[in-house]
């Protein structure tokens, strides 16, 4: 059995988010003063008295609003309300029960789960404000006044979601998952891709750009193995970062990479390779991930026979720096060759984790030395005496010679080939680590 769900859910700006990111001890979801920030389902862990669950920070719900936006967050939250344990129903204690909080405790009384009303932005130390009795009229039981921005009420908060959490069963060893970020530029089909995958809404999908604004995760098992796919905003470029909240996205996408082992990265086939789309992959290169180059909505183009060579050969000639990485040609509308991902993503995994022998390194740099001899300046050569693989993700080499300066990035990109053919690699970036070390004469 997985860990308990407790979803956090209220109208928008009355702190979810800022509660949120507070239980989990980092800053995950958005924290802005403006309504609607927060617009997917946002995971975290989280841990009280020794007991495990999930948290998600939901965007609010408008019960009455027909914004295309608006209304889909709350169908998300919706979905929270279906699959938590325990419901924290979050309120603004300066404004009052409102009409929202009055149709959401409607909604979440028929959910028939575990509810705890919290009334949140109490700021002041001592006893609860009076303010607090009137949200006895939502009929969800007894209120608990706490202070997100303050740290007020939140242990005995904490308590009570303790308390309501279902028995602890016996949870079987999980393998290690394959944690998978989807990255690319804005209206790529990221979301679209993960829905494809989950075979549900579990992203918001628009015809709006920059509509996915955090880095959420979704665990996903099929016969391959177990996932997390973790969906990103799409990094824009600064000259078109006006809002504040739009650089939090972009860190957001950087730290999803960082957290990720393997990093698919959408390119629109209608707009092919961008700069854009470059810096973004440079960014998961840098970071030694796992890449693969997922060519979305090719659906969309008129091909023929020589079509997907020509898109290939043009998209590897603008990211020369990662021919290593394989290319996949897929539609996430349609489905097209999705299925085929995770066979790519096992691969890759893979070898960004390959470890290879010291004895074995030293006998394909050998090999190599024997066939295109190291450089030479003003008669004296290059000499490699010995490598030996340092760590993984990406496989890191260490090289010691006798001149550092000797060792061109020529040959340096000679002998990753050398590993490349011998160890196949694929999918993952390659770093030497030169040292220098008198040779023994």
């Known amino acids: 059995m997985s860990k308990p769900i407790v979803a956090i859910i209220g109208k928008p700006n009355v702190g979810k988010s800022s509660f949120f990111n507070y239980i989990i001890g980092q800053r995950i979801s958005i924290v802005e003063d403006t309504p609607g920030v927060t617009r997917d389902r946002i995971y975290g862990e989280a841990n009280w008295r020794d007991r495990n669950f999930t948290l998600i920070d939901t965007g609010g719900i408008e019960p009455e609003n027909d914004d295309i936006i608006l209304s889909q967050m709350r169908e998300q939250a919706n979905i929270a309300i279906d699959i938590a344990d325990v419901i924290l129903f979050m309120t603004d204690i300066r404004q009052g029960v409102t009409a929202s909080d009055m149709e959401i405790a409607t909604i979440l009384r028929r959910a028939k789960k575990p509810i705890i009303l919290v009334c949140n932005k109490a700021d002041q130390f001592g006893e609860p404000p009076a303010e607090m009795y009137e949200f006895y009229h939502l009929g969800i039981g007894e209120p608990h006044a706490i202070s997100s921005a303050n740290a007020i009420g939140i242990g005995d908060l904490l308590d009570e979601i303790y308390d309501q959490l279902p028995p602890k069963s016996e949870e079987e060893e999980e393998e290690e998952k394959i944690k998978v970020a989807i990255i690319g530029k804005p209206n790529v089909g990221k979301s679209s891709l993960l829905n494809k995958i989950l075979g549900q809404d579990r992203s918001i999908v628009s015809e709006i750009a920059g509509t996915t604004r955090d880095a959420i995760d979704s665990e996903y098992t099929n016969e391959l193995g177990e996932y997390v796919l973790i969906d990103t905003a799409g990094i824009r470029r600064k000259s078109k970062i006006n809002e504040r909240v739009e650089k939090f996205s972009i860190m957001r996408t950087l730290l999803a990479i960082d957290r990720a082992d393997v990093c698919l990265v959408l390119i629109d086939a209608t707009e092919g390779v961008t700069d854009q789309d470059a810096k973004i992959l440079g960014e998961a290169h840098e970071r030694g991930k796992g890449i693969i180059i997922v060519v979305n909505k090719w659906d969309e183009i008129e091909k023929d026979d020589k079509t997907m060579n020509e898109f290939k050969k043009n998209i590897y000639n603008k990211l020369a720096y990662a021919t290593y990485a394989p290319m996949l040609f897929i539609s996430a509308k349609t489905g097209q060759r999705v299925p085929k991902i995770f066979e790519l993503i096992n691969e890759v995994n893979k070898q960004n984790s390959l470890r290879v022998s010291t004895s074995v390194v030293n006998e394909v740099i050998n090999e190599a030395i024997s066939v295109v001899q190291p450089p030479s300046d003003k008669g004296k050569r290059l000499k490699i005496l010995y490598g030996t693989q340092a760590s993984t993700r990406p496989p890191?080499?260490?090289?010691?010679?006798?001149?550092?300066?000797?060792?061109?990035?020529?040959?340096?990109?000679?002998?990753?080939?050398?590993?490349?053919?011998?160890?196949?690699?694929?999918?993952?970036?390659?770093?030497?680590?030169?040292?220098?070390?008198s040779s023994k004469t």
């Open 396 to 437: 890191t080499f260490v090289i010691f010679v006798n001149d550092k300066e000797l060792f061109h990035f020529s040959y340096q990109r000679y002998l990753i080939n050398c590993f490349r053919n011998n160890f196949g690699l694929q999918g993952t970036p390659v770093r030497l680590i030169v040292r220098e070390k």
